[in-house]
């Protein structure tokens, strides 16, 4: 039995099997450092990001310290945005299986609040969510946290970047001092050790080696001028036709210039930036996230509402002005174990940030090569195509609707249709592209639910 065998822990069987099930058998390295010490009740201060199998690497500690029984929050997951929030209780939810009616809440905002007061009134053991709504609830009463015995800061610097750290002091100090309080972060600033000195208690620091050398992300540096830009930036995608692709700018003009400049050449591309209003920022979204875009070209602002849990590559149009976010931009590929493409272009002008990023990685960012580019690409058409259904939650629709409109009579072949959005006015399927025109003329002349919906492709 290999010592990162999860079964070379003193796990319950119960919990053992679940871990089978889910196919996790070893431990991935920042598990293998924070399970032994986290079931041992000690505050842990972890260097890890998304990816590294970091939710089980606290989940699995606050979970088994649950009493089941007890019908009060013993568990509270602080996270800086919702679809964070999502992945983490999601995660929790099928480590959970190995103990009957443990709840787990999520509490965001830009939900609705009077569903997750009611799923408070029937007793929840963990709550993740971001400190702004958790606030909310603990002032309008409608949360108690006196009898929470594990705290977890997750994507700690995030937080303090969007400014939650106010939130995050009125939220600690409605929870017992007696308790454990886990801090993971991707970047250790100075902040982040002040908030362990007022949080922790004789943290023990972890740091996973791999997340520093990143070793299965290939970086590569482009030097580029302004107006050579952009026919490189197409020049690299045409080469690596990589499936989905976060392209990041920093300035929202910049988005709106690229992403035009890639769709004028074929490129299947959408911007997604601040200036854009929720719905077209919903949209773009969708379509990203559904295979249906293959390119977002990005802002680090509107890139926080993305949740991709892997891309296949990462460019930087221009260098951000942080290692930090450097490393946040291209920690959203090459995630658990897979290879990462993180190309970074850059002018005459912008050498220091390639140095901090160096120093950063205590590594060389190698140049890029451009003659072993491709010379003649076609842009990747992208798999999936989304339809757009003027049908949304408000009307009651849901996906087994949507997917039954389609698979039933009208024949089309479930293989061939992807994730369905529903939004409250609106609903997005993705269908493969083969299928695209039959489901799109299946839709128009039939019905969902025993009604006529306008559909249209996006
Ligand atoms: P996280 O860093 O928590 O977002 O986890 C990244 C992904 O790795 C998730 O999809 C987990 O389900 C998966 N995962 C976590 N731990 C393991 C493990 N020990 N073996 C295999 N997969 C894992």
């Known amino acids: 039995m290999s010592d990162t065998a999860f079964s070379s822990q003193p796990l319950p069987a119960t919990l053992l099997d679940t871990l089978q099930q889910l196919g996790y058998e070893q431990m991935t390295p920042i598990q293998a450092q924070a399970i032994p010490r986290a079931i041992k009740g000690e505050d842990l201060i972890a260097q890890a990001k998304t990816g590294s199998g970091k939710t089980a690497a606290f989940g699995i500690g606050l979970l088994l310290r649950l009493k089941p029984a007890m019908f009060r929050v013993q568990a509270l997951v602080l996270c800086p945005t919702r679809e964070l929030s999502t992945q983490v209780a999601t995660e929790l939810r099928r480590l959970a299986r190995f103990q009957q009616n443990l709840k787990i809440v999520t509490l965001c905002g830009g939900q609705p609040i009077g569903p997750q007061i009611g799923s408070l009134e029937h007793g929840a053991h963990v709550v993740v969510g971001t400190p702004g709504r958790i606030e909310d609830h603990l002032r309008k009463g409608t949360l108690r946290l006196d009898a929470v015995k594990t705290l977890v800061l997750d994507e700690a610097d995030r937080m303090l970047d969007m400014g939650f750290i106010d939130a995050i002091e009125s939220i600690v100090e409605q929870i017992p001092g007696q308790r454990q309080t886990l801090l993971f972060s991707a970047t250790y600033p100075e902040q982040i050790r002040e908030l362990s000195a007022r949080f922790q208690q004789d943290p023990v620091e972890i740091s996973v080696e791999s997340v520093h050398s990143n070793s299965q992300i290939q970086q590569l540096r482009y030097p580029a001028e302004n107006k050579e830009k952009s026919p490189l930036l197409?020049?690299?995608?045409?080469?690596?036709?990589?499936?989905?692709?976060?392209?990041?700018?920093?300035?929202?003009?910049?988005?709106?210039?690229?992403?035009?400049?890639?769709?004028?050449?074929?490129?299947?591309?959408?911007?997604?930036?601040?200036d854009m209003d929720q719905k077209d920022r919903d949209q773009a979204l969708i379509q990203f996230s559904?295979?249906?875009?293959?390119?977002?070209?990005?802002?680090?602002?509107?890139?926080?509402?993305?949740?991709?849990?892997?891309?296949?590559a990462v460019i930087n149009y221009d260098l951000p002005h942080s290692a930090e976010t450097y490393v946040h931009r291209i920690g959203r590929t090459g995630r658990a174990g897979k290879e990462g493409l993180a190309l970074s272009l850059y002018g005459e002008r912008e050498g220091h940030k390639v140095k901090a990023i160096e120093d950063y990685f205590k590594q060389h960012l190698p140049v890029g090569e451009l003659h072993q580019l491709e010379q003649s690409y076609a842009p990747l058409t992208?798999?999936?195509?989304?339809?757009?259904?003027?049908?949304?939650?408000?009307?009651?629709?849901?996906?087994?609707?949507?997917?039954?409109?389609?698979t039933g009579e009208a024949g089309i072949d479930g293989g061939d249709v992807g994730k369905i959005n529903i939004l409250d006015r609106v609903a997005f399927v993705a269908i493969r592209h083969k299928s695209a025109k039959n489901a799109l003329g299946r839709l128009i002349n039939g019905k969902i639910k025993g009604r006529k919906f306008k559909v249209r492709p996006l």
């Not at 692709?245 to 074929?266: A, I, M, P, R």
């Not at 926080?304 to 891309?311: E, F, Q, V, Y």
């Not at 992208?382 to 389609?406: N, Y």
């Open 382 to 406: 992208p798999e999936m195509v989304t339809l757009c259904i003027s049908g949304g939650r408000k009307d009651k629709m849901r996906p087994g609707d949507i997917l039954g409109a389609l």
């Open 234 to 274: 197409m020049k690299l995608l045409g080469h690596h036709r990589p499936a989905s692709c976060v392209v990041f700018c920093n300035t929202k003009q910049q988005c709106k210039d690229v992403s035009e400049y890639l769709t004028q050449h074929g490129f299947s591309a959408a911007p997604l930036h601040g």
């Open 290 to 312: 559904n295979g249906s875009c293959a390119t977002l070209i990005a802002t680090d602002v509107a890139a926080r509402g993305l949740d991709i849990s892997d891309l296949a």
